[in-house]
């Protein structure tokens, strides 16, 4: 459609139309993406192979005090002046070949040996172990038992994540210094002013700035959210779990055995039929949590909003105070509520009805639980999307609705030919978010049901249970399977980060990030 | 001069310091085998006293242990810690008690031993997690042979394991307390004759317009429809297994079936909910709109429920049900809490000491005087304070009929869901599949 | 006809209010229950009737009385010191990175975006077995009495840097601000010579209250409701317990026969402040996140 015939649909039509393109993009931005993802593959080790060209270039080409900082960090800056930035880096490199020599070669360096297990007074060798031993018992003259503990599988695989990372960043300040020490020797060279410390530092408040900004939020990330989430992808190609538990066993590498388990559909294993089961439902729940949340919520907002309607601000509050409540104490306050016997709503119902029994609404079927989490999800959720859309509902052009009126539209009809999709469209990143959010909603279904009513079939499961609860049972249950709840872990991640790059990168707001400038 | 005669002999005390250091651990390999609890001692069954020579604190002194005890026992806890300090004044030993659920301590263990207890209360269920994480200490010989010789029997084989680095059985924690349930009931209700059925006390209760509480919603109490049609537990093989002994099919199903016809042939009187719901049932208050009859509750709720229900109170072994036309005595699980020592502690020997001293005749009296905790010391067994508790009376009768709950592997969730299944209204018991079922939870336990 | 119109749309108007009356009843009602509930002082440990028959504020008294225990006096303040630090903390690191990605260009940017909106999509509860041995490797977890102030322990200090750290990761909302503030008032202000940083803290700042509120609302909540991750920090350090640890404390299986009635009071107890913050500083909420969240 050209622009000019974009331009003379009434604005109704326009809705229609970028609604629909909407959604026929979709597959081919999805081809996008991973053309994307191999593009951006290739792009890094193009780069890294860059990087090592320009590295040897100024080797070659630099004076004896480049090459020697090559060696010993910032050589050429000290002798250039610098004395402070030269230190910085010398300092650096001193702290690096401390952590490891003290800290990280202990357990860098059993990361995949050959262990030994001691079984029935029997020593086996493991191949693929972290760590060589885990424990030796032994017993004092008088037949006192004393343990000592050898190698820890988990600690050695967590803080050699650590060092590689700590690598990682050393590598990339090592670059730096490489750099900065040619830098100064072309600078000396050209006979141009070197800059002191104290312009370095100011240039981190202009046009550095955002290095400032963004150094302190990322370090942090990078050690408490980064680290762990590696730390976790690894445990999935383990052995780790309840057989393998340390401090008093080893775990081992297990290559992708734990995927093998999930996928096996055809083997009749009982997790990947919960896998698929329960993946099945985790989207039936989350496009009727998200959805049924969106909708209503709009229609009592517009309900609110509409014109005569007086105590705005009451009517509002009544929904809004459910939102401040903090949601642990609220959900479990309705899992008390419901509850088969002594619940307050089947209180109330047997005061109304007379009947004496009680409504099994978390454990009775799987159909009745899992409506009921749905409802009560309304019940959590409505509030969100009111406070969110309120302020929205007021922007669509009043107009729109007048056309609607005069080509003879009652409420409903201009519900969803005007309203319905004039908030898709304007609020499809809040959408996406609380779709992912849901899919990821542990609060809702753990504390209501717990995951129940119990189904003997499933791999330590129940009916309402979606994967990231089953994935915490797994973790913090009986079963301590925590290979399993890596693996998962990996391919809801997938799942979910897919599907948000691609919607959240089509978006206006991505592209029109500069209407404002 | 002097000064270099200074010199040389510290140097040939520190060089004897090391040498005997040496020694011990030399020593300590080459007698490994003392692991292996052998009967060869003098003072066994002679109790703590007899067996605890000031020897075997060896050098420790100034030793600071962590205990880790439950809410209801933190106080008797606190002042049998202060005993202990008190007898051995001379070690300066400073004891911090913390209150630390016995379900969550075996966790809690688990995610960081280093920074756990030394000594701590766990249930007997999470035994085979702490072994396999290493994390108990086995039990000095010499204490293990007293244990052995003064406690039940049951209660003893429940905390061995094999020793890995011998490869015998070995000691790993003391046993603390018997712990399961029973029948309770309101002798107004249910008569002591009436109490010896099931049939019998669901017809009471309905007559009353009472209800029969159980919770069948969890695996502690689910099991035992399955126990009753003679499926038992044995422990877990090398790859941690579930093991079972060779059950017919086709009897455990029909225990299961007659389970179901009762629970919903009663609907209305038979009322699956937690036993705390049970205690507060017993009350009768104008505003109580549930009022129970009968329930299966464990020791640790009698106290209340006595006190509700005054002489009326009755406590009994679990009745029998009716199999194919064949009473049949219901088996339970009996659980045990444990006592158990952490391989990490800095001091093994107090804590050996303090463990084992916790688990004595003398501090199992106490526990049963004032919690009405069930002992496992034959001699309180035999005691006054036992016979004259209804309910320790009765723990112990059902203590026949059940299968100790030791090197359990993950049970608790499918017995949950068989309980549930058996209970759900959608379950009709004539035509239910309850083979496929027991199938499915047997093969959950181990996938 | 221009009667009937009115009476219609009045008609209308009295169907929306009845709908409203009925919907804000089921709203509130549970919220009401468990007030009415708190102040029960029926014997009854678990509540058995819709109305308690008797009121009283025993529950109350007996959770700052009986602190033995569970000392929710205690664990209501460490939550209070937790929220306002990790709230203060939040708010400038979500700030500083918001500004950075939407005001300063740089390279990589985009990609940074990306990394940063997917990362806290991992499902983990691994991460945190993780986090704990990190701190504790940091040495942090077994401080005492941190700046001398007694009380102020390890597992406080940590939850604090738990809470803060992950919050970078929430810019998109105040990023979404930002983009809406026009950069001629940038340009502007870089003609009259002000440095980058000047303009985050002379210009957009404090034009940016409604996100700031909205920031610092949503990451004091936060600490109020987490019951996973502190129970993993704090260990068996029940001094440094947070609320949400013990009221779910209060209603586990060795607790809830004596402790339910006092779990609905501490819930009031937790609820009132955050609720009364909430509502006051909710028209700055909306509009920050309607600012930031959703735009075409």
């Known amino acids: 459609m050209r622009y000019i015939d974009y331009m003379q649909l009434n604005p109704f039509q326009k809705f229609g139309y970028n609604f629909t393109q909407f959604f026929k993009k979709l597959p081919g931005n999805i081809a996008r993406f991973f053309k994307f993802l191999g593009r951006a593959i290739v792009h890094f080790f193009v780069a890294i192979g860059k990087g090592f060209a320009g590295y040897g270039k100024r080797f070659v080409k630099g004076d004896i005090f480049v090459k020697l900082s090559y060696l010993i960090f910032g050589v050429s800056n000290m002798v250039r002046g610098q004395i402070i930035k030269g230190l910085i880096f010398l300092l650096t490199e001193a702290a690096y070949i401390s952590f490891m020599i003290f800290f990280a070669w202990n357990y860098i360096s059993k990361i995949n040996v050959t262990g030994t297990a001691v079984v029935g007074g029997q020593e086996i060798q493991v191949p693929h172990s972290l760590g060589y031993i885990a424990k030796r018992e032994v017993y004092t003259a008088d037949g006192f038992p004393q343990t000592e503990f050898v190698d820890d599988s988990m600690l050695i695989l967590l803080y050699s994540v650590l060092t590689i990372v700590v690598t990682i960043i050393f590598f990339a300040i090592y670059i730096a210094n490489t750099k900065s020490a040619y830098k100064v020797y072309e600078a000396k060279k050209n006979g141009e002013t070197i800059p002191g410390f104290k312009a370095e530092i100011k240039a981190f408040f202009d046009e550095k700035f955002h290095i400032t900004l963004m150094s302190l939020p990322c370090l942090l990330i990078g050690c408490f959210t980064v680290l762990p989430l590696i730390f976790m992808i690894l445990i999935a190609f383990t052995t780790y779990d309840k057989s393998h538990l340390p401090p008093g066993n080893l775990f081992q590498w297990a290559g992708f055995n734990n995927f093998g388990q999930l996928v096996n559909f055809a083997g009749g294993d009982a997790k990947a039929r919960t896998f698929l089961d329960l993946a099945g439902w985790t989207i039936i729940w989350a496009i009727f949590a998200t959805f049924s949340n969106y909708i209503l919520g709009m229609v009592v907002a517009l309900m609110i909003n509409k014109k005569g309607i007086k105590l705005k601000a009451l009517w509002r509050t009544l929904f809004v105070v459910v939102v401040a409540v903090p949601q642990f104490v609220s959900l479990l306050l309705m899992a008390q509520i419901l509850a088969e016997n002594g619940g307050a709503l089947n209180q109330l119902i047997e005061m109304i009805t007379g009947s004496h029994t009680p409504i099994k609404f978390l454990n009775g079927t799987a159909l009745s639980a899992r409506i009921t989490v749905i409802i009560v999800n309304i019940w959590v959720g409505i509030p969100y999307t009111i406070l969110i859309t309120s302020g929205i509902l007021m922007n669509i052009p009043a107009d729109l609705y007048e056309s609607a009126t005069i080509d003879g539209a009652g409420p409903v009809k201009s519900f969803t030919k005007i309203t319905l999709p004039y908030m898709l469209f304007v609020t499809t990143p809040y959408l996406i978010t609380s779709f992912i959010g849901n899919i990821n909603n542990f609060n809702v279904i753990y504390l209501l049901t717990g995951g129940g009513p119990s189904n003997p079939d499933y791999y330590n499961a129940g009916y309402t249970d979606i994967l990231v609860t089953w994935l915490f049972n797994l973790t913090m249950g009986e079963k301590q399977d925590y290979k399993l709840a890596a693996a998962i872990g990996i391919l809801v991640f997938i799942v979910c980060a897919t599907l948000s790059l691609i919607t959240f990168n089509m978006t206006k707001s991505a592209k029109d990030e500069e209407a404002f400038s | ?447 | ?296």
């Open chain 3, 1 to 296: 006809m221009i009667k009937s119109y009115k009476l219609r749309r009045g008609l209308a108007n009295t169907f929306i209010y009845i709908i409203l009356a009925l919907l804000g009843l089921i709203w509130i009602s549970p919220l009401a229950y468990l007030i009415i509930q708190s102040f029960s002082a029926d014997p009854e440990a678990i509540p058995q009737t819709l109305l308690p028959a008797s009121f009283g504020f025993d529950n109350y008294t007996k959770l700052f009385t009986e602190t033995s225990s569970l000392n929710f006096p205690r664990w209501y303040l460490n939550t209070f010191i937790i929220a306002c630090f990790s709230c203060v903390i939040s708010t400038i690191s979500v700030l500083m990175v918001a500004y950075a990605f939407s005001r300063l260009r740089f390279k990589s940017r985009k990609k940074f975006i990306n990394v940063g909106m997917i990362l806290g999509m991992f499902p983990g509860f691994m991460t945190m077995i993780a986090i704990y041995y990190l701190l504790k490797a940091m040495q942090i977890l077994d401080l005492k009495g941190i700046f001398g102030i007694p009380g102020f322990d390890g597992p406080i200090l940590s939850l604090i840097i738990c809470y803060s750290s992950g919050a970078g990761l929430g810019f998109q909302i105040s990023k979404g601000f930002f983009d809406t503030i026009p950069r001629a008032l940038d340009e502007a202000a870089t003609i009259d010579g002000a440095t980058r940083n000047q303009i985050f803290w002379k210009i957009i700042l404090p034009m940016s209250k409604p996100i700031v509120v909205y920031t610092v609302l949503t990451s004091f909540i936060g600490p109020w409701t987490d019951f996973i991750l502190a129970k993993i920090i704090a260990g068996d350090k029940v001094a440094n317990y947070t609320v949400a640890i013990g009221l779910q404390k209060m209603i586990d299986v060795d607790h809830k026969n004596q402790w339910f009635k006092r779990f609905l009071a501490g819930s009031v107890l937790v609820a009132v402040p955050v609720t009364a913050l909430f509502l006051k500083m909710q028209n700055y909420y909306v509009e920050g996140v309607t600012a930031g969240g959703v735009k075409g």
């Open chain 2, 1 to 447: 001069m002097k000064k270099i005669v200074a010199l040389v002999l510290a140097a040939m005390m520190l060089v004897a310091a090391f040498a005997s250091c040496g020694e011990q651990g030399g020593s300590g390999s080459s007698s490994g085998s003392n692991g292996g609890g052998s009967s060869s001692f003098e003072n066994a069954g002679k109790g703590f006293d007899a067996n605890v020579a000031d020897a075997d604190f060896g050098s420790e002194s100034g030793a600071k242990l962590k205990v880790w005890g439950p809410d209801a026992y933190i106080d008797l806890l606190t002042k049998q810690c202060d005993a202990f300090k008190e007898k051995y004044a001379d070690k300066k030993i400073t004891i911090e008690v913390v209150p630390q659920s016995e379900d969550t301590a075996a966790t809690m263990m688990q995610t960081d031993a280093k920074a756990g207890a030394d000594v701590f209360g766990f249930a007997s269920d999470q035994f085979s997690n702490l072994i396999n994480a290493g994390i108990l200490s086995p039990i000095n010989a010499k204490y293990a042979a007293d244990i052995e010789a003064t406690n039940n029997k049951a209660s003893v084989d429940i905390s061995k394991a094999m020793n890995n680095s011998t490869g015998k059985d070995a000691l790993y924690a003391y046993p603390e307390t018997g712990n399961g349930y029973f029948l309770v009931y309101d002798k107004s209700v249910v008569s002591d004759e009436d109490a010896a059925s099931f049939e019998a006390i669901l017809e009471a209760c309905k007559k009353n317009d009472k209800k029969f509480i159980m919770d069948v919603g969890n695996g502690y109490y689910a099991c035992m429809f399955v126990f009753t049609g003679g499926l038992r537990l044995e422990g877990l093989d090398k790859d941690n297994k579930q093991k079972f002994n060779d059950y017919d099919e086709d009897e455990v199903a029909a225990s299961m079936k007659a389970f179901s016809k009762l629970m919903h042939d009663y609907k209305g009187t038979f009322m699956s909910d937690a036993v705390t719901a049970i205690p507060s049932g017993f009350t009768s208050t104008s505003t109580r709109p549930t009022k129970v009859g009968a329930g299966i509750d464990g020791n640790w709720d009698t106290a209340g429920i006595s006190k509700a229900l005054g002489k009326n109170f009755g406590a009994a072994k679990l009745p029998t049900i009716n199999i194919d036309g064949k009473d049949t005595q219901i088996y339970s699980m009996y659980g045990y809490k444990m006592i158990g020592v952490n391989a990490n502690s800095k001091y093994p020997r107090t804590a050996q000491i303090l463990g084992y001293y916790l688990a004595s005749e003398e501090c199992q009296k106490q526990r049963a005087e004032e919690l009405g905790w069930s002992p496992t010391n034959n001699a309180v067994v035999e005691s006054d304070v036992v016979k004259n508790d209804v309910a320790i009376s009765a723990l112990i009768a059902q203590s026949e009929f059940s299968i100790p709950q030791a090197n359990v592997g993950p049970i608790w969730d499918p017995f949950k869901s068989l309980g549930n299944k058996l209970l759900a209204d959608d379950t009709d018991p004539e035509t239910f599949d309850f083979a496929g079922l027991l199938e499915n939870v047997i093969k959950n336990i181990n996938g």
